[in-house]
T-cell receptor
Framework: KQEVTQIPAALSVPEGENLVLNCSFTDSAIYNLQWFRQDPGKGLTSLLLIQSSQREQTSGRLNASLDKSSGRSTLYIAASQPGDSATYLCAAEGYYGGSQGNLIFGKGTKLSVKP | ETGVTQTPRHLVMGMTNKKSLKCEQHLGHNAMYWYKQSAKKPLELMFVYSLEERVENNSVPSRFSPECPNSSHLFLHLHTLQPEDSALYLC???????????????FGPGTRLTVL
C-alpha cells in the first residue's frame, strides 16, 4: 500500500530565503510524482509533474526532483515571497487498488513566508 | 481558473436532507474524479469516471452516489449524511485515466460541505 509523507507539516521563513519541502513515498513503482499548491479554502493548483523516467522538473523559481530508488522527492523554492504562502501537497500516481491513475496524497506542508 | 468549476461553493445540510454537488470541466478531458479532503487527513480519492463509465469506487459509503451523464459533467448526490462527512469535496479532470506517465489532473475550487 502506497503511503506518502511530507515533512515538515509547517514551515515559516523570512522573505527571500531559499527553501526545500520534502516528500517521501513507500512504493517506488510510481508513474509520476506531482506537486500541488492549495490556498486556504481553495482547490489545488498543479505546480510540477515529474514522470517516473525523469529526475527533475523546473518552472520559474520552483524545482522538483525525484529519486525513485530512495522514495523521495523535493520541491525547491528559490527566493521565497509572501505570495508563496500556501499548503504544498505532493502526490504519487500509480496502479493502486486495482486501478490505474490513482493519486495518493501526503498531508501537505503549510508554508508561511513573512515579509 | 483551471477550467473546472464546482457548485455550490458552500453547502450546509441536515442529516435527513438530499442535495447534489455539481462539477463541470471545459477542458475536453475524458476522465473526472471526486476527492474528499477532511481536516488533518490526506486527500482521499472517492470515485473515478472515464468516458462516463465508473472505473473506481474506493469503498465509499452508499450515502454518496455519483453520476456522470457526459464527459463534461459530474455530480455527487448526497443523502442521509453524517456529521463526519463534513469536508471539502474536490472535483478534478484529466485527459484520461491511463497511466502513461503524464496524467496531470486539474482541480476545481471545491465545495465546502457542513452536515449538521
Amino acid at each position: 500500500k502506497q503511503e506518502v509523507t511530507q515533512i515538515p507539516a509547517a514551515l515559516s521563513v523570512p522573505e527571500g530565503e531559499n527553501l526545500v519541502l520534502n516528500c517521501s513515498f513507500t512504493d517506488s513503482a510510481i508513474y509520476n510524482l506531482q506537486w500541488f499548491r492549495q490556498d486556504p479554502g481553495k482547490g489545488l493548483t498543479s505546480l510540477l509533474l515529474i514522470q517516473s523516467s525523469q529526475r527533475e522538473q523546473t518552472s520559474g523559481r520552483l524545482n522538483a526532483s525525484l529519486d525513485k530508488s530512495s522514495g523521495r522527492s523535493t520541491l525547491y523554492i528559490a527566493a521565497s515571497q509572501p505570495g508563496d504562502s500556501a499548503t504544498y501537497l505532493c502526490a504519487a500516481e500509480g496502479y493502486y487498488g486495482g486501478s490505474q491513475g490513482n493519486l495518493i496524497f501526503g498531508k501537505g506542508t503549510k508554508l508561511s513566508v513573512k515579509p | 481558473e483551471t477550467g473546472v468549476t464546482q457548485t455550490p461553493r458552500h453547502l450546509v445540510m441536515g442529516m435527513t436532507n438530499k442535495k447534489s454537488l455539481k462539477c463541470e470541466q471545459h477542458l475536453g478531458h475524458n476522465a473526472m474524479y471526486w476527492y474528499k479532503q477532511s481536516a488533518k487527513k490526506p486527500l482521499e480519492l472517492m470515485f473515478v469516471y472515464s468516458l462516463e463509465e465508473r472505473v473506481e469506487n474506493n469503498s465509499v459509503p452508499s450515502r454518496f452516489s455519483p453520476e456522470c451523464p457526459n464527459s463534461s459533467h459530474l455530480f455527487l448526490h448526497l443523502h442521509t449524511l453524517q456529521p463526519e462527512d463534513s469536508a471539502l469535496y474536490l472535483c478534478a479532470s484529466s485527459q484520461d485515466v491511463s497511466a502513461g506517465g503524464y496524467n496531470e489532473q486539474f482541480f476545481g475550487p471545491g465545495t465546502r460541505l457542513t452536515v449538521l
